[in-house]
């Protein structure tokens, strides 16, 4: 007789091969001792290549039920984030201590996959679409990465070598990134053709740190990894020290706020693909560029 | 009428909020669909596709996938136990490819395995030698001398010419343009799935979601070589259909692999699969000339379509009949020349979608009302009032517009509506972009674009267009209970509802049971063409009736009637002139856009959709209203993101990643005036009330956009680069 039928099948021949950790110190042995495992915290990547019959693991490595990755805490002038924090607590709780990476967490996906993805896991996928990547790369954050022997720390921009590639050994996981406080305005914008749950166009992340006297760029999407502005960058902070901005901030010329754009899109390195061409990502980001930074100034300036 | 959903009358009859019975399952997730069936001993069937959009095939190795375990039958079309083609109206499509390739996803061989991993190994191991050759992918090279002929009758699928009036007729005024539309999908949230379970009397029961049960049935038959009594359809859950269901996907597929191994047999298509697994809309090329006096009344249109009808016929050459007859737009125009055409190419079949022709030239109609507006310098309201179509009027086929066609009162109506207030934003995601955070404010102006739209109901040019319905009337421990048995498609549009309202109102009676669609009763048609209330719910009526007047037999034992339906006759249309009485009714939506366009970046966020919309009779105020959202949402996808996006034939996004539909932070408020014109022919005066929201909505998004921006914007969907001209 038809039936109604009961849970889908088709993931469990990969559910038998699950291997399901309860602590870091597990999951860094059995990370060891099967290395072609593979590890999947809140699955919002892994899941659709996997349905999509993109891939085919042997073994998954499920991080999501790891304690010691779901918290993040504030060690002096840094935050120290478990690889396992989903993007909907970092759209919660960062507040003024990383506000660009709370305002990026924001743009990610639906509710839904907020509630599962991680940051660990952004990071691990290595995409220049990933859309925690570029505020901490603008925030020189690095990765915290351990195997059941050693660990070790990256530089998040050395982390990511190119399109879903990174440096990240077969023994190893992320456990966390270690993100220095915000100490000014930081932004964050991405285009999409949709006004919700779209892959970035192209992105920005721009932050100000009113201490140290700099600015920080960096741009999503555009270039076989997140990449900085360091043109813009070096233009922008030597506009504010000529002006003395910093001591006395008033208003930023139109001029020196186009040309920043314009060195942001000069350092980009976009193609033409399904989501859009590299003339209108250049357009874009030159725009996002003008924008952000003027946003930063005017909440400095506040 | 009333939009307040929440306001449900006890009775249930027509006119009443009644709630569909498959809403809360649907809701909570509970809802079976085609794709949650299963059976004992059941095996799971998948499809070997074509990689290449065109190649002739050498030869076919299965030994490799038989050898597998698990693997219970690999098919090919030496299999196929009947007819080796199909097709709803040229029988084109091979079951499975015979000797070549024409589209890149094309089913070449089928699998049954014990799992659905084991059959998609196996779908590996299958060797095909192929001989790729350059695809044919432009629709206009398809029928110039020399482009290779993709089949035996060439490449041109159909031609309609409309001659209307005077054919040298001149204008003071001339605008033309060149407009372009893009691949939509019907993008139904749940895939093709299908369970077909082999019978003792060597028939067949086959599970489906589909529109049309019965031409299903005749077309399944004819392939597996069995008479149709034997080959059973039943429907199963329909996760939406929008015309992508009318074509065959699996059916015959599915059937076969379970005769052939005696076991139940599921199939579902994944995500991506279903990109290929079902016909879109046509993408179409549009030249138009319009002519008009000083006060712009139109003296004449010319106009020019080119459909693309991809590999297979599918409904090409209805869709082309459509689109001709509607070029020119629900309005007064005294000479016409249109031609429109649709070509064979490499590129995936196009058939059916909410719409259906209607929708490509809207988007050029509109358009060209709105530069004859510009040149004129009048209002875009008032250049459609002066020529807006009404009752007595004939169509430039020559008919004669018989039923209500109330454009006027729907524009005025358009007008009459108060705008929404232009205030900066409170919430950021209302700005551009939304969530990404991409402006507050800078480079953002509003727009209000205007658009009207018109579309027949049921079948054309001929076609005997019918409905059956079975009603029992018998009575139990609750007393009388009235059962409704037909073969119409709920594919969520909430037929269901509706026919079960309409036999309360008739038989006076509370408890009615649809019972489950199949093919053990006639025909009702297909779920498309704004036809099943009309049509089935017209079948329904009449059993009533004749059951009203034998309700006094009832006391002795149950009573039952079966009716058919049949709307009037219409006319082919002349080969020659285009001319000719065949169209059943006609319906009209009017649309308002108002958008906040990022013109520096080319985001748009709708604000406010304003429609106006003559249905009739309103059978149900809830259902309808979800008619008129979801419509415009599939036209707000058209006109801003919905595209397959093609390259040498192949699917460059074919994947909700990359194929984006509106969600509920770009779909606008919308606001709704219905008004009830009785249509002089059709059960309680109803029209067809589905397509029409789709159809008007996108070139009003695009005038505001284009009001907004200053750009010209002459293809949908309009891409971010096209509106900030970069």
Not at chain 1, 107 to 119: A, E, V, W
Not at chain 2, 144 to 162: E, K, Q, S
Not at chain 2, 303 to 328: E, I, K, W
Not at chain 2, 533 to 540: F, K, L, P
Request: charged fraction near 20%.
């Amino acid at each position: 007789m038809v039936r109604r039928q009961g849970p889908r099948r088709r993931i469990l021949p990969l559910l038998e091969a699950t291997l399901q950790p309860r602590d870091l110190a597990d999951a860094l042995a059995a990370r060891g001792a099967h290395p072609t495992a593979l590890p999947l915290a809140g699955g919002t990547d892994l899941m659709v290549e996997i349905n999509f019959d993109r891939r085919r693991p042997e073994r998954i490595l499920d991080l999501s039920r790891i304690a010691e990755l779901a918290g993040w805490d504030r060690e002096g002038d840094e935050l120290v984030i478990g690889a396992g924090v989903t993007h909907a607590r970092l759209e919660g709780e960062m507040g003024g201590l990383a506000p660009g990476l709370g305002m990026a967490a924001r743009t990610i996906g639906s509710p839904q996959i907020r509630n599962r993805g991680t940051i660990g896991g952004n990071i691990a996928t290595s995409s220049p679409a990933g859309d925690a990547l570029p505020p901490l790369v603008a925030a020189g954050a690095r990765v915290e990465l351990a195997s059941a022997t050693a660990s070790r720390s990256v530089p998040i921009s050395e982390f990511c070598t190119g399109p879903k590639r990174n440096v990240m050994a077969p023994d190893e996981l992320i456990t966390a990134v270690r993100v220095p406080v915000a100490q000014g305005p930081q932004q964050f914008a991405k285009v999409g053709p949709r006004n919700a749950m779209v892959i970035a166009v192209c992105s920005l992340s721009v932050h100000l740190d009113a201490v140290a006297r700099t600015v920080r760029t960096a741009i999503g999407s555009a270039a076989p990894t997140i990449v900085r502005a360091t043109e813009a960058e070096a233009f922008m902070e030597g506009v504010l020290d000529e002006r003395g901005a910093w001591e006395r901030p008033g208003p930023l010329p139109a001029s020196a706020l186009a040309r920043f754009g314009e060195l942001v899109a000069a350092a980009a390195r976009p193609i033409d693909d399904v989501r859009g061409s590299a003339a209108y990502r250049r357009h874009a980001l030159a725009v996002l560029g003008r924008r952000t930074l003027s946003w930063c100034w005017q909440e400095h300036r506040a | 009428m009333s939009t307040s959903g929440t306001r449900v009358l006890p009775l249930g009859r027509i006119g009443e909020s009644v709630l569909r019975a498959d809403g809360r399952p649907k809701v909570r997730g509970e809802f079976a669909y085609a794709s949650d069936l299963g059976a004992d001993r059941m095996l799971w069937g998948a499809t070997l596709r074509s990689p290449h959009p065109s190649a002739r095939i050498r030869g076919i190795d299965i030994t490799r996938a038989l050898t597998l375990s698990g693997v219970h039958a690999v098919l090919t079309h030496a299999d196929v136990p009947g007819r080796t083609t199909y097709g709803m109206e040229i029988s084109d499509q091979p079951v499975l490819a015979i000797d070549r390739v024409r589209y890149e996803g094309e089913p070449v061989a089928i699998v049954a395995a014990d799992h659905p991993e084991t059959a998609r190994r196996a779908i590996e191991r299958i060797v095909v030698d192929y001989l790729p050759e350059d695809p044919l992918t432009d629709p206009e090279r398809a029928i110039m001398p020399g482009a290779p002929r993709l089949h035996p009758g060439g490449n041109l699928l159909r031609r309609v010419t409309i001659r209307h009036g005077d054919p040298g007729a001149t204008a003071e005024v001339v605008v033309r343009g060149e407009y372009a539309v893009g691949m939509q999908d019907q993008a139904f949230l749940g895939p093709e799935a299908a369970l077909a379970v082999p019978a003792e009397d060597g028939g067949i029961d086959l599970h489906v979601a589909t529109q049309w049960l019965h031409v299903d049935q005749g077309q399944v038959a004819a392939c597996l070589g069995l008479p149709p009594s034997l080959t059973r359809l039943h429907l199963s859950g329909v996760g939406g259909a929008f015309g992508g269901r009318e074509d065959l996907s699996m059916q015959v597929h599915v059937a076969m692999l379970a005769l052939h191994t005696g076991r139940p047999v599921k199939m579902v298509y994944s995500r991506e699969e279903s990109f290929f697994g079902h016909v879109h809309r046509h993408p179409a090329r549009m030249e138009y000339e319009h002519g008009a006096d000083r006060d712009g009344r139109l003296v004449y249109v010319r106009a020019r379509v080119v459909l693309d009808g991809g590999a297979y016929a599918s409904s090409s050459t209805a869709v082309v009949a459509n689109a001709a007859t509607f070029a020119c737009g629900p309005y007064d125009v005294p000479n016409a020349e249109v031609e429109a055409i649709v070509t064979y190419t490499n590129n995936p079949p196009c058939g059916a979608m909410r719409g259906f022709g209607a929708v490509q030239v809207a988007f050029g109609h509109e358009s060209q009302m709105d530069r004859l507006a510009a040149e004129l310098a009048l209002d875009p309201i008032e250049i459609r009032l002066r020529n807006a179509l009404a009752t007595g009027m004939r169509l430039p086929t020559g008919q004669l517009v018989d039923g209500p066609a109330p454009v006027r009162e729907l524009l005025e109506g358009l007008r009459d509506m108060p705008l929404p207030p232009d205030v900066v934003p409170v919430d950021p995601r209302e700005f551009p972009g939304g969530v990404s955070n991409s402006t507050h404010g800078e480079g953002t102006r509003r727009g209000v674009g205007v658009a009207v739209g018109f579309k027949n109901i049921a079948f054309a040019e001929g076609f005997d267009d019918y409905s059956t319905a079975r009603v029992r009337i018998s009575r139990d421990d609750g007393g009388p209970l009235v059962e409704i048995h037909t073969a119409a498609a709920e594919v969520g549009q909430g037929l269901e509802t509706v026919l079960a309202q309409i036999a309360r109102t008739e038989l006076s009676l509370e408890r009615v049971r649809v019972l489950p669609a199949d093919t053990q009763v006639g025909s009702a048609g297909s779920t498309s063409a704004s036809r099943q209330t009309w049509m089935t719910g017209g079948a329904v009526q009449l059993a009533c009736a004749r059951l009203r007047e034998r309700l006094h037999e009832a006391i002795d034992g149950p009573i039952e009637e079966t009716a058919v339906y049949r709307h009037r006759p219409t006319q082919a249309l002349d080969p020659d002139t285009g001319q000719g009485d065949s169209l059943v009714a006609l319906a009209f939506a009017a649309h308002r856009a108002v958008c906040d366009v990022d013109v520096e970046l080319g985001i748009v966020r709708a604000v406010e959709i304003a429609t106006t919309q003559d249905v009739g009779r309103v059978m149900n105020p809830l259902a309808l209203e979800g008619q008129i959202h979801g419509g415009i949402a599939q036209g707000l996808g058209l006109a801003l993101m919905e595209e397959i996006q093609m390259e040498e034939g192949r699917v460059r996004n074919a994947s909700f990643t990359d194929y984006l539909m509106p969600t509920v932070l770009d779909m606008p408020q919308v606001r709704m005036r219905i008004s009830e014109t009785p249509h002089p022919h059709a059960p309680y005066g109803l029209n067809g009330v589905g397509e029409m929201p789709t159809i008007a909505s996108t070139p009003a998004i695009v005038a505001a956009v284009r009001d907004a921006s200053g750009r010209p914007l002459t293809r949908v969907p309009l891409r971010p680069s096209d509106i900030a001209g970069v």
